[in-house]
């Protein structure tokens, strides 16, 4: 049992994972306590189906919950042992409601709603998947989710059926008594993601967030399983807050901060005009390189300017960074020449080369595909999930 690994997807907001298939599984062997190896992904491309979960235990892959609860049992791992017949068929009709009716629902907030789609859910896989595969797998997943919405339910679908799940839970602190069931991993699941996903358009969160005894089943169980991940998110949020009360203090200055940077960069660009003329650059019997050179000197400062008066310094720094690199490699490829027509043309197409590839991280930047304090090159292990955690 101690070659279990289990691969998801990475978790935010305070949750385990953002994937409501990874929650299942993850949730479901925390429950009954199985020895496992967790790790984040961040390539799909190399699992059976293209997507995460995935579950090895030797030579065994299982990529979807009903396979996990099954290959577990046959290993003496159940939370079910303790439904009677009754239970256990109100369990498997209840399961099977979900996925008819809550699924599609859940399926078009996360992929069909384009707002929520391009503010929350493209940005959050984007952010754990490698380059390239960011670019390809959201789009992937989000044509899948409307051809399914599409083929089955339309565009009128009413995408909040949920209320059935309130009368079988009522106080109760799991829905079949003091024990959790498979039934319960499903439902956390389902719910989790939709209580703290940031959404635009949170008409079917609104509608869970507004369900009082689902939001504290919700919270039970995600602190007293998986309580060292919501204390972490608690913690940096904190940090975040305080940080962001300094930053809007600075703010309050920024018209004027942005007006001075502006000016100094008109500074410079004067001096270096001065020197330039000083030195003789200007007049056509100097080298043309050197001309050139100051040229994109001249486009840097105008860069910086400009970069300055728009405030990306307060919110695209790496992007700008990424600018005046280029913009160095301009002048290096310009003083040694790479632009004169008599000199070798493959190194020009070699410098054109750099250039697209310069353009590439300021991409990938702007829309926030690179995390910092975060190494998405090798999965990260949290095999501390699965440690047993004190009853406060």
């Keep these: 049992m101690t070659n279990i690994e289990l691969d998801i997807w990475r978790g935010e907001w305070g949750l385990a994972s953002i994937d409501l298939e990874c929650l299942k599984v993850l949730t479901y062997m925390k429950f009954i306590g199985v020895p496992v190896r967790v ?20 030579r065994k892959v299982l990529t979807n919950f009903e396979e996990v609860v099954d290959h577990l049992k046959s290993l003496h791992y159940s939370t079910d042992v303790h439904l009677n017949t009754k239970q256990a068929a109100e369990a498997s009709a209840f399961t099977q409601y979900l996925h008819e009716k809550l699924y599609p629902a859940y399926q078009y907030a996360w992929w069909v709603d384009e707002k929520n789609y391009g503010d929350v859910t493209r940005p959050t896989y984007a952010r754990a998947l490698r380059i390239p595969f960011n670019f390809y797998y959201p789009s992937r997943y989000q044509n899948s989710a409307k051809e399914m919405i ?28 003091n024990r959790p069931s498979s039934f319960d991993a499903t439902v956390f699941a389902y719910l989790a993601p ?28 995600n602190q007293k399983n998986f309580r060292h991940v919501t204390d972490e998110y608690n913690r940096l949020n904190a940090k975040k807050q305080s940080t962001g009360t300094q930053s809007e203090r600075e703010a309050a200055n920024f018209p004027n901060q942005t007006r001075n940077k502006v000016l100094a960069a008109l500074f410079a660009a004067a001096a270096m005009t001065g ?55 301009t002048g290096y490829a310009l003083a040694n020449g790479m632009f004169q027509l008599s000199m070798n043309q493959t190194r020009n197409k070699v410098l054109a080369a750099l250039f697209a590839a310069a353009a590439v991280p300021g991409y990938a930047l702007a829309n926030g595909m690179f995390q910092e304090l975060k190494d998405y090159e090798q999965s990260r292990e949290y095999n501390d999930l699965f440690e047993n955690e004190d009853e406060e």
């Design 39 to 58: 790790r984040e992904a961040n390539n799909p491309f190399f699992t059976p189906k293209g997507t995460l979960p995935v579950m090895r235990d030797g």
């Design 150 to 177: 599409d083929a089955l339910y339309g565009e009128h679908t009413d995408l909040r059926e949920i209320e059935k799940t309130v009368n079988r839970l009522g106080e109760s602190e799991y829905f079949f008594g």
């Design 194 to 221: 939709l209580t703290k996903a940031p959404f635009p358009n949170g008409t079917l969160c609104n509608h869970v967030k507004g369900i009082a005894n689902l939001t504290r089943f919700v919270a039970r169980i």
């Design 275 to 329: 020197y330039a003329l000083a030195n003789g650059m200007f007049q056509p019997s100097m080298n043309q390189t050197r001309n050139k050179v100051l040229a994109a000197l001249f486009a840097a400062a105008a860069m910086m300017g400009y970069a300055l008066a728009n405030g990306m310094f307060q919110t695209r720094n790496k992007v700008l960074a990424a600018l005046f690199a280029a913009a160095a490699m």
